[in-house]
Structures are given as C-alpha cells and as structure tokens.
C-alpha cells in the first residue's frame, strides 16, 4: 500500500535514515499512473537511495488538502511535498504556521513567496511545442486535438505549446493543420472538469475522432487512458489514431498501448521531487523555485520507441533542430502560464 | 421514494367520471419555448450555415456534409413551433386530447433549432453526436430500466448508483483475471444483483426505509471499491487491465446511412440494452409475470389475496433489477474498454433515476430520457471542442434543468406505484 | 432531550453501540484481508494459520490505532500542540457535516428527503464568499453579513425545491438531485467570471476572502478550529427548540407525521414544505460557511467536498433528532480527522472510514439484524417507536394529498 | 362442499382475536356471521382464507383437515372471498382484476404471455351468466362501488368457488342495491355454492341468513335460528341488554345561520363532485346528509371548512363567507369538524393525546406564548379534556395511535367541542365504534344541538341517521335529491333508500308503498322496529 512502513521501518542504511519527505496527492490519487504517481516516486527513489522515511496521503477533495497537509506536518516530516497547484492555498497557510519544517509544491508557486517553499516547475510548453509539431507533421486528416482535465495553467501550457507547434508546423511548411479543444487565442477548450474519470476521456476522445482528429494529447493525468482507449477501438475500426501522453513516458507506464502512442511530453517531476529531497538532506534546500526546461532536461519529449519506424526522418531532423532552438532561446514558446 | 407522495391517486371518488380536462400548463411551456424559438434561432440566429457531418464512425455509404442556413432555418422552425402550439391549444380548448405526434414533433423541432443556433457556422459530426450520445445513454437506460423492475413491484431503487458501480468494478476485475470480456460481462449482473440483494434483506426482510437503504448501499458499494480499487488493484495491475467488448458491425443494418453507425456498429453491451428495453417492456405489459409485479406494486394485499407471494416477487425484483443495473456497470469498463476507476459511476446511477421518473416508470420512458441525458451530455462535449456562444456550463446543466422543469409541470403528474416505498408486513 | 435520554434507557443505545462495533470489525476484517503481510501469510495459513491471523491483527488494530490517535489524541507526536491537534481537527471537520446535517435532518422530520444540501451548501458559499472577497466591510459586520449571505444563499436554493414541491408535488428526491448538479456548474461558470476568479488567475479559484470575513480562530493560529463551531452548536439547539418547543415546529412535525391531518386542523402544508426547506437550505448554508469562512477562505469548484451527501448518513445515524446529529457529526468528523492520520502512518485508504460509517447506519437501522447476530432479546416495541425512524414517515404512509 | 372449525385461535400480541371457535358451513347454505366492532369476524375469515395462521385450531374441507400456507391454497380448495375492504387494483381492468392470480396465458410455454382476450370473455361469460353486468374493459378506479363489489365476487366465481365469503358486503350499498344482492347471493346458494355472510345488520340477517352464529371478543356465544327476536341476537351481540336508539328531546330551532347556495366542488379531473347544493341549518337543529359513499357528501362537508380547491357558490356562517377562506380561518370562525377518517384525517398518530387536543389550537393563548408552546397549558388542556370525554387512556402524553377507535374518536371530539362553535359538523361520527361509544358519541352531539349549536352530520349508516337528524337531506351524484323532516313518513327507511338511489321523494313514496324493501319487510315480518347500531 501507498506510504508503506512510514514511521515503522526505518529502510536501508543511507543517510537520510532520519530524515523523513512526505507527500499530498491532489484528487487524482497517487495511482493515476501520471501526475502524482510521478512524485511519489521521487520520493520512494529516495527512499531506497538514501534511506529516507516517507508517507504519503491522498486527497479526495479540495477540503482535504489543508487537513491532509497538516497532518504531515505533525508526523514530524522534514519535506512536505504538495502535488500540484490546487494544492497551494492550503500549503502557503501550512507553511506559515509551520515554519520549520520545509516544503515543496509541484507545478505552482506560492503567493507571497516563503522562505520554506521551494516551488517545481515546469515549462512544459517547451516539449509540448514540439509534441504539436511532430503531430501536425504526422497527422494524416490535417486534424488535431488536446484536451484537459481541470482548466490552471499547468495543465492549459501543454495545450498552448502544443497548438504553437502545430502554428509552427503550418507556417513552416503552408499547411492548415486544425487544433481542437483549445483555442489559444481565447484560452478556452475542452476539459472534462477532474483527474479521475476516464468515462469523459473517452467520450471527449471518441468525438475528437469523429471530428477527424487522427492524433490526441490528453492533458488529464488517468482521464487520458479513455483516450487510449478510444483510440484503440477506432484503430480496430480502421482508423488510424495516435495518442501522445504526458508526464512520464507513457511507453513505459501504458504497456498495453505502445503501439498507438506516438510519443510523450515528459515532465519530470520524479527527479524534480527527489532533488528537492536531496537539496533538504545536503542542506542546500532554497525556496527559490526549480524550472524544469528542454535545456535542463526537466522537460523533454520522449523517444518514438515501436514508433520510431513511422515517423519520418526529415520530421526528426526538424524537431531535433526546433528543440535546440528553444534550448538555446533562439525560439521562444509563449504561454500565459508559462511560470 | 418519496415520488409516491405527489403521485397519489386522491381517493377514488365513485361518482368521478372519466371525463380528463387536461390542464394549461402544458401549453404555457410550449408557447415559452416557441417564443424562446423565433427570438433565439430566428432573431439572434448565426449568419453562417450550421454544418452537419453526415457520414462518419465508419459508415459504408459516404453521404455529402448537410448545411443548415443559421438565421433562415431558425425563423422556419420557430414559425414551426408557434404552429404546433397553436394546434395543441386548439386541441385542449375543444377538449380533444392533443395529436400525439404534436409534442415529440415539437420536442425534435426545437432540439434541431438549438442545435444550428449553437453548432453557429462550424461544422460537427451527427452520426458522431448521435452515436456518442447513446454511449453515454446505456449505462442510464440500464440503471432506469434497474429502477423500473424494482418499483413497479414497490421497492424504491436508490441503489441504482451502487448497483452500476459494483457491476464496473466486478466485470473490469473479473475481465482482467480471466482475460475474458465475456466472462466479464457475466460478473456484473451478479455484482449489481448482490446489491440488490442487500437492498432487498434490509428493506424486505428487515423493514428499513428503502430509501435510507439506497442512499447508504451507495456509500457503502463507493468505500468498497474505492478500498480495493487502492489496495488489491493498484498492488497488481493485472487485476485492472480488462480486455474490452469493441464494436461488432451487425451485417446489413450497419450500413444504413446516418442511423446504421449509430445504432448498429456498437458495443455487444449497447445490443444487450436494445434486447433488455424490449423484454422488459413485454415482461411487465404482456405477460403473467408483468400484471403480477404490477399487482405487487400498487397494491400488495389485494395480489396476496389472490395467492401472490408479495415479498418473494418483490425479492425477485429487486435481484433483477441489480442485475440489470450492474450490467449497466459493464459498459463502463468492458463496453468502454476501460479499467476500473474509482468512483467511476459518477452519479450516474442518480440520473438514471430521474430519467426513470422522467420516463414515467416505463421501459420506452426511460429510455427516451436516457437517451435525452445521453444526447445533451454528448453535444455538450463536442460543443466545448469549437467555439459556441454557450458556456459550456450552461449546456452541461441543460439536461438538469430540463429534468427540474419536467417533474415540475411539463409532463404532468407522474404517478408512481401506488406501494412505491411501503413495505408488506404480512400477519 | 428527556426523549432521548428516553430512547437510551430503551435500549437503541445497546443496539447503537452494537452497531458501531460490527461495523468496525468488518472494517477490520478488511484491512486485515487486504494487508500485505496477511496475504503472504495466507498463503501458507494451512501450515501455519497463526501467521496470517497474528498479521491481519497487527494490520488492523495498527490502523485503527492510528484512527484513534488521529481523532482524538496523538501522545506520538512531538509537540505539545500537535498532540492536541487531532481532537481539534475532528471539531473542525465536524462542523459543516453537523450543520448540513441538520438540514438534512430537519427536512426528514417534516417528511421531506432533502438530498440536496449539497446544492444548498454551494449557493451559500457562492454568496457568502463574493461578500467575503468583494465587499470591504467593518470588522464584525463583515463576518456577520458573509455568514448571512451564505444562509440566505443556501435558503434560496432550498426553498425553491419547497416551493416546487408545494406548488407541483415535484418529488423533492429528483429536484434536489438536479439542482445539486446546476448549482455544481453554476459555481464552475462563477469562477470563469471576473466577479469571482482571482485576480491574474486563469484557472477557477477566487481571491481569499478578507480576513474581517473569516471566522474568528478558537485556540490560535495553530489550530483549525474556529468559531464556526460554536455557531453550528448554538444552530443545533436552535433546531431543537424550534422541533420540540415552537409552534412552527410543532406545525412541520404534525405536516411530517401525518399531512392530512395537519391539513384538517388548519396548517398549510405547503407552507410546511416552504418554510423547512427554506431552513434546511440556511442550515446547509451555515456549513458552507463553516466551510468557506471556517477553513478554506477561497472558493473552488471543489469546495463542497462530500459534505452534502455525508450530510445525510450523519443525519440518518443521528436518527433526525439535533442531539443525535450533533453526535453524529462528530463521529464522523472524528472517523474523517483519524483516517489521515491512519492513511499517512500505516498507509490504509481513508475509503474504509465510507465502508465503516456506512455499515453503522445499515445496522443502526435494522435493529433486528443487531439483535439476532448478538442474539439479544427483542424489546418490546411500542408503537410509537416508528416516531423514532428518522425517514419521512408521511412519505411511507403516502398521506400526502 | 362442507366447510368445518375446529378451535380456531388467533392471537395479535396479547390481543386474542379468535379464541377457539368452533364453526361448520354446510353445502348451499347461507351462514350468517354476526357480531360487533372487533368481535373477531374479519380476523376469523382471514384464517380462512389462509392470509392469518391460525396460532390453533383447524379447518376441515369435507372432513379433511386442510393445510393453508396462503391464499393461493385457499382457492384452490374452493374458497373465495370478498373483502370488507375490497382487494381491486385501481389502475388495472376488471378483467386483469379478476384474472390476477389465475391468469390464463398463450404462446409458448415458460414464457407465460397473458391471454387478455380469453379472460375477457371469461369474465363476460360469468357476468351474463349471474346477470352482474360487468364490463370487463373498465378500469376499476372508474368504477362506483356497487361494481367494484360485483368484480369481487367474479373474482371468486372465476376460480370456481364453492365457499363464498363476504365481510360486510352491504356496509357500502343503497337498501336496493342491497336486494341485488341478496339476489345473487340467492343464484348462488341455488347452484350449490355456500355462503358466509358477514354483517351487523340484524334485518339482512333475517332476510337472507339459513343459519345464524354470534362472536363475541372472539368467542362463539351461540347460535340462533333466523326467527329469532332482534332483541335477542342484538343481547347475544353485545353481550348486555341494549337501548335501541337516542333518546332526545324534540329540537328547539332557532334561526337559520348557515346558508349553502348553489354550492359547486369540482375535483382534480373537473367532474363537478358537488353540483349546485343548496342547504340551510338553524341553530338547534341537526341537519343529517345521508347517501351512498362517493355521492359528494366528504366533498360537501371539505368544501365547507375549506379543503376543497375548486369551490364555487356560497357558504355563509352568519355574517361571514365562508367560499374562499382557508381551513385555519373557517375553523377560527367557529366551524367544528370531525373528519369522516379520524386516522388518516382527524389525529397524528404520532402525536401524544395532548398535542392533538390542540392541533388546530396552537397558535393562541393560552397554548402559545410568543414563538412557543406552553407545555403546561397543553398538559391542563388534557387532563380537563380527558376527563370531561371519559378517555381511556394510560395518560396525557400517550400517543394517539396506540388508543383503540372509540378513544380516538373521543379525542377528536373533544379536541373540536372544546371551544365555542358556530357550526359543528361530523361526518361518520360512529364508523368503526362499538354500542358503548356510539351511545356516548351520539349523546355529545344532542347536547350540543341542545346548546343551540347548527349541527351537520353526514353518515352512509340510515340507522344512524334515523337516530339523530331532525331534517335529512339525501344527496345522490352530487346533488340534493330532496330535505325529509325525520318525522315526515311511516316507511321513511324505504323512502330514503329510494331517494338514495337518486328517486325523487315524491316517487320514492310511491314506489316504497307499492314495493317494500325485501329486507325491511323481513324485519316486518318478525314484528319490531329495529334501530340497534353497532
Ligand atoms: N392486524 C392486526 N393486528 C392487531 N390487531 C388486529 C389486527 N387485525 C385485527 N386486530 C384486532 O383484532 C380484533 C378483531 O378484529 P376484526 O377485524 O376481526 O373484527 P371484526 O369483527 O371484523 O370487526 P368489524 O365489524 O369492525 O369489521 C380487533 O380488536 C382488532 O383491533
Ligand atoms: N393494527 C393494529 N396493530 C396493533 N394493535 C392494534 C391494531 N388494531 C388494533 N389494535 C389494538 O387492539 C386493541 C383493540 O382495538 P379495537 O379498535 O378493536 O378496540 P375496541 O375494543 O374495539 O375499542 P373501541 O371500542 O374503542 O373501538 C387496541 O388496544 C388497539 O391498540
Ligand atoms: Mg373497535
Ligand atoms: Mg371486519
């Protein structure tokens, strides 16, 4: 079970036997094979690198972040981790009251600043601009779609950078490539309103293939297995659909989809939260915030894997190009929640 | 449920004739509707034309995109909907009852306005809209047609939600440890009756309110397997990786433009809902079974007299019913091709509900409205991929509302069984 | 208060606490079940059963361990406050639930079934948090017309699923439902909108209310707890005169109990079903006062949580009466505040608390099952013991004209 | 077919409603069942029927004990049963009604598809055979009770009875509808079958019943030949010498207050239930409606105090117009109403016997003070009340529910003539009580007409009528067929029976001389008025 042996075991040998990092899911949970599963992780590489505790608590409502985070707190944890932005309120308050014990907040910052919260981020539009690239140049129907789970900005710069890159791609190379679900411009798309039910991945999906979408990023942590899903059935029906999927390399964590997902925009927020981890344990912990980008390698897009074959060499070239570009600042990838 | 109250019959008064004076209100909401009409889709109606796919989801015969003029069609139909207003009023003022075709027609005629005033000059896919929409039906029609079983024999089926969840979770952890869809599809009507059957010791046996037992089964059904779904399913994926149940093209009927893909290139699931309506609807109106549940439901003691065992049909009714409710499970999980999610059912099962009651406790009723839900979840959804001039909030709180104003006045008073909820206590 | 001290001495009290037992050793038997260690010794419990039985044992009486610490009193922790903070939290989560818990309640005992305080709930905090974040009021005064706002705002939701019902015989069942999902969207759309979204945000949270909006802090900073509590307290024993010593309460429990007789001796049952719904809105409202202005001082979509259909079970266990809410509510404050605790130390999903609260009820509700698995003598039942029932009894009888 | 009881005992708790009752229904014979509220006869028939288990005793077909887990088994060994409270589905046909349970089906077997049209004619076929006249397409709600009787007895003739019971099967009928059925009953005994007949009235008694047997608190007390004195069956019944009728001064009228004009109540459907009803009461005097259930007279009295929606005409109390306010203002007027369902309508069950003394009281002094209710002043009311009306009851704080009938009628009398009244109406103000609480409840009354109160009572009982009224009006279909003075006519149960059938008085006199009730002159032929009611 998750937060195994917390107080209990102290693991291994390690340095960090004493030391004890902890984490709060948002509502996806820590099994969404996505988001916060990534960040718990972090913490367990931790744990067997360094011999760290852990414990782990999920939400299920927005009421329970606050509870669940001061919770932590008394459980005598070194590093609280917050996972993800609707986390922030409750942990800027915990922060305040708790002003000895550390923290960290994938995908947000704090307002006002603390000393004691060191904010991850991740501009993920950098990835996600080439994931829309190498789409528009993939795609078959000239149509393409994201969507996402709940509208903040961490899950919306994927969908900006995406659409940029599809702009890119058709201002390259005279084409019309169509973007659904959001619409840069207005910042405004389809979402299917949590992280939790793939039943609206699905449908949002299957009406996305219907429109003549041929690939799909979903930006909802377990709400995009509905678009695997999705995929797949219309795949069997003689279509062809390609999912790119987001966080971690979904070739890894979606075995049985391998042969539809064409790539993933790869945040990773795993290494992230174990830095942070170590900087605690090293004393180096500093609440200036952490930027994962194409040039530190905290952003990247994924190998093609099986897909590797398909995917035009000249398309490789040019995504390879793009991506030092915007490594180098050469390009620059905008969004309103870029952090 | 508390429906029995409203819906019932005032005491039998021996001189009442059978003479119904249908009421106004009726009428009021359609010439609201009407005027919301013209004023909407003629008036304010998009300059561009609304395009409509026709073709799609793997259709055999490719049919031309269908455009709709924006203002021109919404001053046609409004004008439609005024008329047909004037028919029905002119009806009920003669004291004829009301063409039955007049209401559906007007019902499809507006539906069909409101849908070029907000597609606005994009284009979507109909048989997309269409076919999606019965998707999200099947799990409603199933846990209405749940509801239906169980109160006509007078067991108020709040649990509908539980029974739905249980049937996803069983049929996804049954599929994945056999890898077998079918064996899958097997264990969600047991799922969904084994709630029932709790239901139906605490309300049958035990005589608790049927009311607080669905409520509670929900709770119960939703920690159950949110408790598992973190423990046993997440220790070993394989437990939730179930082979789905694709489509299956029926041969010929699968080919018939537009209504072919939507209705015929489907999950064995959504082909099970088609036989399950029928069966229902001839079971409980055509057969000795039927007039005995019936019976059972209105009035109990006067089936007893007659040699009906009261408890054991209701008992009977009550499995049934979860069984069909948890089948409606399966379509979540196997008919989605999906794993099991937690609290996967979503409420679903409380929507089926009023789309029983919607449906006025009868099979077609209940599926008309499911489909109604379906539809308007589905065109919401595709709406918020284009620009439209609704938030999507709005069109996402449209079937809610509509379900409001319904059991508020629109289609009458609808009368429950009369033992809806009342337990029979033999001497 | 006499007549539940009466209900006690009857022997409910045996069969509650019976209940409550079960419940939790079903629990048990989960956690035990499901627990790693158990299930490697399962599979050798022919050779040696008391492995896996010694291991289902650690697995459950740890966790339940740690619920309790949780809940009430945590002597592991470091500090002198933290030690004390869990019987704190369980307060504080406790008290939305007793406030829409009674709402729920109070709808029962006029023979309606209110599911809907989760729609109220959220009015409330959509008004009382735009007087939080955009009025600038006094010290004092602020808080006063936030918490107003909230159970006007809760009242209006609930008394229109009154009216429905008085004018249309709307089932309320199916309208509450509904507009819990329309107030859901409602607020979802309020949070796109400038009046209510966060300055610079683009995503669907409002500004925190002002601090003159919040409920005062009972014991400092370091602590939850607020003055929504005692507020929530104080509503209980308002709910009580009003059921037992007023003479609207008397009307709504005569309309309750048996409408066609309220209607022959003069009382409106419409204004019946009006008038407590109206009050079981403002109660759902109060909680989403406690909610908003009590712990999480900016409004979200989520912001309801599961208070509204907890609210329910709390009222069902608490048999309808404010007394039994109360209890209730802080039985279950008590399971929700532990099960964190209990998550973070032995890694058991908080879902069993569901499991656990939902059983109680069950059980609570079929004394006969209690005393036949104890193998009780049955009482002997007066027949007003069907008073006791916390479902609208009306509704059972269909006497509702 | 003979049918036989050996010890018979049926207990609920520690109420022993059957005690050991020995019984034989002989082949084609009319056995009549006489007792008074709550004797037993019900219960007894039940466990007949197989819906009660017998606690001991048992029942024997022929000289065959028979084993009886359900109704089911009871008709299949020849017994059938109508209810005193019939046992129709509202919403189905009478055809569905009498085939539930024995349904005739077609196509393939185990599918069990229902043969309507078989049953159909079925039902046409018994229907013309026993000249009931009964449609098998009609719905029952849409039926009047009269029919709705017949249905039940086509319930029974259909499954081929041979035992036909029924529990007060005249209680819901006009004197003449009453002879139809005697007729019926008549064909029946002919054919072979035998019947039990269950009544109160003693003359149906002598008119129809072969044999007589009297239940007492759920003992056999005898039997008696159908010759026997009224008197003498009546003693049996009740156990005591009974005074036959009220004995009241003759009524010192005074000035007419209440004026009903053109009084129209239409129902839910616009059926006009109530249909122009014109009616005038005079302080002193008891004005009775008497009529067949659902003829307009529960619509009549609601319309009054204001629980009818749909009221036109006029309704003035004095001064004031009464059309148009609502309950609480009507009663505050100074309108006394005893509902004619005193569970459903005139008590919360719930509720202790002192809460309901004030139900339509609460609002002011001295129950209320300010928001609140004065818990002392409730207590006061009812230690008074319960007194004065002789409740029987543990205490004040009681509920309601658990008292036996009468009690709870004592306690809605009080409730409602413990204030000064202007009007004081009462509809069925002795349904379901026995000898001792009618003569308590019909003395109330008189005192209070005596005190100079207009006094309206509606009652389907002639008897009780006959005992109270001092002008009679008859209603039939929602209209006032005619106002009798009570002293009017020799043969006035004849004359309203007719009138009640919707004849106008002048030819109701007629035709009640030309042709005298079969079962009136029954009771003429054993040579005493009788006017026992129980
Ligand atoms: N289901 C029951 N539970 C408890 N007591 C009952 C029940 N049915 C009848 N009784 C009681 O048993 C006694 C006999 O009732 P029963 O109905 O047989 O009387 P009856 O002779 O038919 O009277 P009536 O003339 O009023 O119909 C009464 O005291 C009645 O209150
Ligand atoms: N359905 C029932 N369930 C339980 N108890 C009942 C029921 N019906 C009647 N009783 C009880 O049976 C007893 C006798 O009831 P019943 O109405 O026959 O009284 P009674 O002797 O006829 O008195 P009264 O003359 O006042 O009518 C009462 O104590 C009553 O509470
Ligand atoms: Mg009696
Ligand atoms: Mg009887």
Known sequence: ????????????????????????????????????????????KAKSEDGIQIASVESKSDADYAPNIATLVSQNCNLVVASGFLLADALGQQADANKDTQFAIVDSTVTPARDNVKPLLFDTAQAAYLAGYVAAGMSKTGTVATYGGIKIPSVTIFMDGFSDGVAKYNQDK?????????DKATQDGSFTGDFTDATKGRNTSQNFIDQGADIILPVAGPVGSGTLAAAKAANDGGKDVKVIWVDSDGYNTQPDYRDIILTTVVKEIGTAVQAAVKSELDGTFSSQPYVGTLDNGGVSLAPFHDLDSQVPQELKTEVTALQEQIASGAIKVESQSTP | MSTSAPAQPTAPAAAAAPVERSSARPVWVMAAFAALALLLFGGFGPAGSSTFALSGGGAAVSLPDLPLPGRPSGWVIGLACVALVVVVELARRAGRPAPRWAVPLFAALWVVGFLVWVVAGQRISLVGLLGGGLVLAVPLVFGALSGVVSERAGVVNIAIEGQLLAGAFLSAVVASATDSAWLGLLAAPLAGALVGLLLAIFAIRYLVDQIIVGVVLNVLVLGLTNYLFSTVLSADRSLNSPPGLGPVAIPLLSNIPVLGPVLFNQSVIVYLMYVAVAVVHVALFRTRWGLRVRAVGEHPRAADTVGINVNRTRFVNVLIAGALAGLGGAMLTLGASLAFGQNMSAGKGYIALAAMIFGRYSPKGALAAALLFGLATNLQDILSSISTPVPSQFLLMAPYLATVLAVAGLVGRVRAPAADGQPYVKQ | MKSWLEDVRRSSWLVSLLAVVVAFVLGGVLIALTDPDTQAAMGYFFARPTDAVSAGWRAATEAYGAMLRGAIYDPQAATATRQIRPITETLTVATPLIAAGLGVALAFRVGLFN?????????????????GFRLHLPVGIHLLVAVLAAVIGGALWGGLVGVLRARTGAPEVITTIMLNYVALYLLAYLLTTGAFQREGAS??????????AAFPLLLGDSFRLHLGFLVVLVAAAFVWWL??????????????ANPAAARTAGMSVSAAYVGVMVAAGALAGLAGAAQLLGTEKSLTGGIAGSIGPDAITVALLGRSRPLGVVLAGLLFGALRAGGVLMQAQTGTPIDIVLV????????????????????????????????DGAAPTAERQGAAA | MELALEGITKRFGSLVANDGIDLVVAPGEVHCLLGENGAGKSTLMNVIYGLYRPDAGRILVDGRPLELTGPGDAMAAGIGMVHQHFMLVPVFTVAENVVLGHEPTKGPKGVGLLDLAGARRRVRELSDRYGLAVDPDALIEDLPVGVQQRVEILKALVRDAKVLILDEPTAVLTPQETDELIAIMRQLTAAGTSIVFITHKLREVRAIADRITVIRRGKVVGSADPSAPENELAALMVGRSVSLGVTKAPPKTGEVTVRVRDLVVRDHAGT????????DIARGEVLAVAGVQGNGQTELTEAIVGLQDAVTGSIRLGETELVGLRTREVLDAGVGFVPEDRTHDGLVGTFSIEENLVLDRHRAAPFAKGPALDRTALRANATQLIGDFDVRASGPEVAAGTLSGGNQQKVVLARELSRPLQLFIASQPTRGLDVGSIEFVHRRIVAERDAGTPVLIVSTELDEVLALADRIAVMYRGRVVGVVPADRHENLRDVLGLMMAGVPEAEAVAQAAAYPSEVEAAAADAGDDPVVTT
């Open chain 3, 115 to 131: 599911i809907g305080a989760q729609g109220q709930l959220i009015l409330g905090v959509i008004l009382a948090g735009w007087v």
């Open chain 1, 1 to 44: 079970t998750s937060g195994e042996g917390a107080s209990t075991t102290a693991s291994a040998s390690g340095s960090g036997a004493s030391f004890k990092g902890c984490i709060v899911s948002d509502g996806g949970g820590f099994k969404d094979q996505s988001f916060n599963q990534a960040g718990l992780e972090g913490l367990e």
């Open chain 3, 203 to 212: 995503n669907p949270i409002s500004p925190p209310i002002d601090d003159s």
């Open chain 4, 272 to 279: 006009r239930v109530v249909d122009g009803v014109d009616l």
């Open chain 3, 243 to 256: 059921l037992e010593r007023s003479t609207v309460g008397f009307r709504w429990r005569a309309v309750g």
């Open chain 3, 356 to 387: 656990v609260q939902s059983v109680i009820v069950l059980l609570i509700a079929a004394p006969p099952l209690v005393r036949s698995i104890f193998r009780l003598e049955p009482r002997k039942r007066r027949s007003t013991d069907s008073a």
């Open chain 1, 174 to 182: 005279g084409k019309a490539v169509k973007v659904l679900g959001w």
